[in-house]
């Protein structure tokens, strides 16, 4: 009887398990800024002379190669500061070379909470760059990617081996260089038909208590960072008039306070400044009102990289 109940778990089970881990394959197969930056990590990380961090506005928003220091950027979707920060300290050291590092201070970075431990893309950060996002002790289970996300993950792995879904192409640098799909681009580029859209995905909702905390994170970075002898820039990335008309004021207000801070404070210190720019980025630069597309990542890159060049080392 039980030598029947453990072949039955055994015949139940096993197809089970390879079909798990023919998705995780098939995942992690995937062309990806993680993925290539793992690539650029093993082949150059004695080279690097500047890292970037941030989140989605960063990763759309500058293509590393434009840069003229060797430059490694591993901004991503949702990544806050605290993570930035985990990120510092886990591979600066590996980075023998490295001169500067590039935060993002988004309008309202230090009103919204920060990535917990249950954040979807920590396996991601285990598996490709061998950063413990989880405060804790990692188990075997802590590097499977498709666990953690099994519904957005399926339909990747659907739209890449069976729609073959093209609709981005990943650098050696991790940046996409066809990100133009989004409403902009549905629309036209009609800024008519963009200024009558009202629902937009924006942040104004006032939190003093993440303020403070967010802040407290965010000086403790700099203070890092100063006594590594790191210049730092810190990047307010260009935004659509659209979204600048809905940001909130005091949320604004109080970003820029730290700020004036900080440049105060430290003196190794660069802002590039670029989110109220209505001159240089135009409607064609931008995929939605918060993100650059390839057109608009060369215009901010090249700004970057002038400040980079800049800077007496």
């Given at each position: 009887m039980q030598n029947n109940?453990?072949?039955?778990?055994?015949?139940?089970?096993?197809?089970?398990?390879?079909?798990?881990?023919?998705l995780e394959y098939l995942t992690l197969e995937i062309p990806s800024s993680f993925k290539a930056n793992k690539t650029a990590i093993n082949l150059k990380q004695e080279k690097f002379e500047t890292l970037i961090l941030g989140s989605s506005q960063m990763m759309v928003g500058i293509n590393?190669?434009?840069?003229?220091?060797?430059?490694?950027?591993?901004?991503?979707?949702?990544?806050?500061h605290n993570t930035d920060f985990k990120l510092i300290k886990s591979l600066s050291p590996k980075f023998k070379?490295?001169?500067?590092?590039?935060?993002?201070?988004?309008?309202s970075h230090f009103e919204l909470p920060h990535?917990?431990?249950?954040?979807?893309?920590?396996?991601?950060?285990?598996k490709f760059y061998n950063v413990n996002m989880y405060e804790r002790q990692t188990y075997f289970k802590d590097k499977l990617v498709f666990l953690k996300n099994p519904s957005l993950f399926l339909n990747d792995v659907y739209d890449y081996y069976f729609k073959n879904n093209l609709s981005y192409s990943i650098n050696d640098y991790g940046f996409n260089t066809i990100n133009y799909n989004d409403y902009f681009k549905e629309l036209n580029y009609n800024e008519n038909e963009i200024s009558q859209i009202t629902k937009l995905d924006?942040?104004?909702?006032?939190?003093?208590?993440?303020?403070n905390n967010n802040t407290k994170l965010f000086f403790e970075i700099l203070d890092?960072?100063?006594?590594?002898k790191i210049h730092i820039i810190i990047c307010k990335v260009p935004m659509y008039k659209t979204f600048l008309n809905q940001r909130n004021e005091n949320i604004l207000k109080r970003r820029d306070s730290i700020l004036n801070v900080?440049?105060?404070?430290?003196?190794?210190?660069?802002?590039?400044?670029?989110?109220?720019?209505?001159i240089n980025f135009k409607v064609t630069d931008y995929k939605n009102d918060s993100h650059l597309n390839p057109d608009g990542a060369k215009i901010f890159t090249q700004k970057l990289n002038e400040v980079i060049n800049n800077i007496n080392y």
């Open positions: 109940f453990i072949k039955y778990c055994f015949l139940f089970f096993t197809p089970l398990i390879i079909g798990y881990a023919l590393a190669e434009w840069i003229d220091s060797p430059t490694l950027n591993l901004a991503t979707g949702s990544q806050h070379n490295l001169k500067t590092v590039v935060l993002e201070v988004s309008y990535n917990g431990m249950k954040f979807w893309k920590n396996p991601l950060y285990l924006i942040n104004t909702k006032e939190n003093l208590d993440l303020f890092y960072l100063e006594d590594k900080v440049l105060k404070k430290y003196k190794g210190v660069e802002i590039l400044d670029l989110e109220e720019d209505t």
